[in-house]
């Protein structure tokens, strides 16, 4: 008989790896669901797998060397091209440059910038307009002034060849040598200057080139008229009276006008030339002013700025550009001076002597004239008090002037005075003598003259001449003190002006290196 324990049957629990494996196969498998970019994929599962081989493929290469290709290209337009590489550098150099300049550094160098412009700017700007004024000094002694000159001697040389003329005829017999040997140079030295007045003169202006050639034209027919009428007074005909009064007419009324509207134009020309080179130059000035002041208001900033009172590189420069402006102002006086008040003070009495000789010469030529016609001069146009009285002005006038104040002056203008009394008293006992027929006696009246040769009327012309280039010499004097007085301000300024810009660059470098 069994026993219960006996007859049971052992429980065995089976082990999970006794237990039979079931066969895997791909349908029994779940895919892993697939993701893209963080994402799950909608694809199906089985696009898994050509996704990442797709994606393998389209890998971008590496363009170290290669070419990029029309695929790989930026899709911009190309007006957006365009404005991008015409444009897009230069605004971000701008906008780099904007963003400096809004620092200390960089208003402190864009202040020296602006500065240093403005010194160069007005320095150049009145280096410029002084070598231009100096220029035209140069011009107006060199060239001007003398074709003034030449007309003047043009105007004076023909009257008194004409003076001359007449004189010697009046003369019995042959003429004298003397008085021969006056009228050709007389008209030799006409010649000269007619010919130097049109090399010298504008060729532009055709008003006076007409009257130089005029001039030369009519003065040939004048001396063969002198020449006809001399040798029909040595051969004893009477028609040389009336070829002589020829002469002496187209030479007053045609051919002296003309050369006195020549140097009247010419003389204009001069004193015009010299007010216009006298004026100071208030452009350059304003622009040397305006860098002073940029310069003390630059350094009260830097005060402000930098807590310095002063910047040695500043305050040197302010030194530097207040001295071009004090030699560029002293420069501009001096010209003032010397072209305005004292030219005028020397060309008046210039102008008025020379008239004053020429109505005196005329003068002579009416009275000789009248001696050979044997006619009175009362109520002639050139009236012997009117030329008395235009003398004496003149003498008045120069009297004014600082020239005459010396001995030797004085003594000229003495000079004239006394040989105007004489010829005044000569001209008197002359026309009291020719009213009343005695005309041996007006002829010795007139042909009178003094222990050395000279007549009255002679003294005084050559008095008269020599005041004229005493004038003369005292205008050129003025001219070339303006002319000294610009000589060294154009470089001067100019040097000024860049040792100005150095020295605030060299002062404001210590301030520019505390930023760094």
Same mark, same amino acid.
């Given at each position: 008989?069994?026993?219960?324990?006996?007859?049971?049957?052992?429980?065995?629990?089976?082990?999970?790896?006794?237990?039979?494996?079931?066969?895997?196969?791909?349908?029994?498998?779940?895919?892993?669901?697939?993701?893209?970019?963080?994402?799950?994929?909608?694809?199906?599962?089985?696009?898994?797998?050509?996704?990442?081989?797709?994606?393998?493929?389209?890998?971008?290469?590496?363009?170290?060397?290669?070419?990029?290709?029309?695929?790989?290209?930026?899709?911009?337009?190309?007006?957006?091209?365009?404005?991008?590489?015409?444009?897009?550098?230069?605004?971000?150099?701008?906008?780099?440059?904007?963003?400096?300049?809004?620092?200390?550094?960089?208003?402190?160098?864009?202040?020296?910038?602006?500065?240093?412009?403005?010194?160069?700017?007005?320095?150049?700007?009145?280096?410029?307009?002084?070598?231009?004024?100096?220029?035209?000094?140069?011009?107006?002694?060199?060239?001007?002034?003398?074709?003034?000159?030449?007309?003047?001697?043009?105007?004076?040389?023909?009257?008194?060849?004409?003076?001359?003329?007449?004189?010697?005829?009046?003369?019995?017999?042959?003429?004298?040598?003397?008085?021969?040997?006056?009228?050709?140079?007389?008209?030799?030295?006409?010649?000269?200057?007619?010919?130097?007045?049109?090399?010298?003169?504008?060729?532009?202006?055709?008003?006076?080139?007409?009257?130089?050639?005029?001039? /030369?034209?009519?003065?040939?027919?004048?001396?063969?008229?002198?020449?006809?009428?001399?040798?029909?007074?040595?051969?004893?005909?009477?028609?040389?009276?009336?070829?002589?009064?020829?002469?002496?007419?187209?030479?007053?009324?045609?051919?002296?006008?003309?050369?006195?509207?020549?140097?009247?134009?010419?003389?204009?020309?001069?004193?015009?030339?010299?007010?216009?080179?006298?004026?100071? /130059?208030?452009?350059?000035?304003?622009?040397?002013?305006?860098?002073?002041?940029?310069?003390?208001?630059?350094?009260?900033?830097?005060?402000?700025?930098?807590?310095?009172?002063?910047?040695?590189?500043?305050?040197?420069?302010?030194?530097?550009?207040?001295?071009?402006?004090?030699?560029?102002?002293?420069?501009?006086?001096?010209?003032?001076?010397?072209?305005?008040?004292?030219?005028?003070?020397?060309?008046?009495?210039?102008?008025?002597?020379?008239?004053?000789?020429?109505?005196?010469?005329?003068?002579?030529?009416?009275?000789?004239?009248?001696?050979?016609?044997? /006619?009175?001069? /009362?109520?002639?146009?050139?009236?012997?008090?009117?030329?008395?009285?235009?003398?004496?002005?003149?003498?008045?006038?120069?009297?004014?002037?600082?020239?005459?104040?010396?001995?030797?002056?004085?003594?000229?203008?003495?000079?004239?005075?006394?040989?105007?009394?004489?010829?005044?008293?000569?001209?008197?006992?002359?026309?009291?003598?020719?009213?009343?027929?005695?005309?041996?006696?007006?002829?010795?009246?007139?042909?009178?003259?003094?222990?050395?040769?000279?007549?009255?009327?002679?003294?005084?012309?050559?008095?008269?001449?020599?005041?004229?280039?005493?004038?003369?010499?005292?205008?050129?004097?003025?001219?070339?003190?303006?002319?000294?007085?610009?000589?060294?301000?154009?470089?001067?300024?100019?040097?000024?002006?860049?040792?100005?810009?150095?020295?605030?660059?060299?002062?404001?470098?210590?301030?520019?290196?505390?930023?760094?």
């Amino acid at each position: 008989m069994s026993t219960p324990d006996e007859d049971a049957q052992p429980i065995i629990v089976p082990n999970e790896s006794d237990k039979p494996k079931k066969r895997q196969t791909s349908d029994n498998v779940l895919p892993p669901t697939p993701y893209k970019n963080g994402k799950k994929s909608l694809q199906p599962p089985g696009a898994v797998a050509h996704d990442e081989a797709a994606g393998e493929e389209e890998e971008e290469p590496d363009h170290w060397l290669d070419p990029i290709t029309s695929k790989m290209s930026s899709k911009r337009g190309i007006l957006n091209s365009i404005i991008q590489e015409s444009f897009g550098q230069p605004l971000f150099v701008l906008r780099k440059a904007w963003g400096f300049i809004t620092t200390s550094p960089g208003k402190i160098t864009l202040l020296t910038v602006v500065i240093s412009l403005a010194i160069m700017a007005a320095g150049y700007a009145m280096s410029v307009s002084s070598d231009s004024r100096k220029a035209r000094l140069d011009e107006l002694i060199t060239n001007a002034e003398p074709v003034s000159y030449n007309a003047h001697v043009l105007y004076t040389s023909l009257s008194i060849a004409d003076t001359t003329a007449t004189t010697g005829f009046v003369q019995a017999g042959v003429e004298n040598p003397t008085n021969r040997i006056k009228y050709n140079t007389a008209i030799d030295r006409a010649t000269i200057a007619a010919t130097h007045t049109a090399m010298s003169t504008d060729s532009t202006d055709e008003h006076l080139m007409d009257l130089v050639i005029e001039i /030369q034209r009519q003065l040939p027919v004048y001396t063969g008229l002198v020449e006809t009428a001399r040798t029909n007074n040595r051969a004893g005909n009477p028609v040389s009276v009336a070829y002589m009064a020829e002469a002496s007419a187209m030479m007053r009324n045609d051919i002296l006008p003309k050369a006195s509207e020549l140097y009247t134009l010419t003389s204009r020309n001069v004193a015009e030339q010299q007010e216009t080179v006298s004026r100071p /130059q208030w452009i350059p000035l304003s622009g040397l002013v305006a860098a002073i002041l940029m310069l003390l208001v630059a350094q009260w900033w830097l005060m402000r700025k930098t807590r310095r009172r002063i910047n040695k590189g500043f305050a040197l420069a302010s030194i530097l550009m207040l001295t071009a402006t004090l030699w560029v102002s002293a420069a501009n006086w001096a010209t003032w001076q010397a072209g305005t008040k004292g030219f005028e003070e020397a060309s008046g009495p210039l102008n008025s002597m020379t008239t004053a000789r020429i109505y005196a010469q005329q003068t002579r030529t009416t009275e000789t004239l009248s001696l050979v016609r044997r /006619q009175s001069i /009362q109520g002639s146009a050139t009236g012997f008090n009117a030329t008395s009285n235009q003398i004496k002005r003149a003498l008045d006038e120069y009297e004014n002037t600082v020239q005459s104040q010396t001995p030797e002056h004085q003594e000229k203008v003495t000079e004239v005075r006394n040989a105007l009394a004489a010829w005044t008293s000569e001209h008197d006992r002359f026309t009291a003598q020719l009213s009343a027929g005695d005309y041996n006696s007006a002829v010795q009246t007139v042909l009178a003259t003094d222990a050395e040769g000279k007549s009255s009327f002679d003294s005084l012309d050559t008095a008269m001449a020599e005041l004229i280039t005493d004038s003369r010499a005292s205008m050129r004097t003025y001219i070339k003190s303006g002319l000294e007085a610009t000589a060294l301000v154009s470089i001067m300024v100019l040097i000024m002006s860049i040792v100005s810009v150095l020295a605030l660059w060299i002062g404001i470098r210590p301030r520019l290196q505390e930023y760094l």
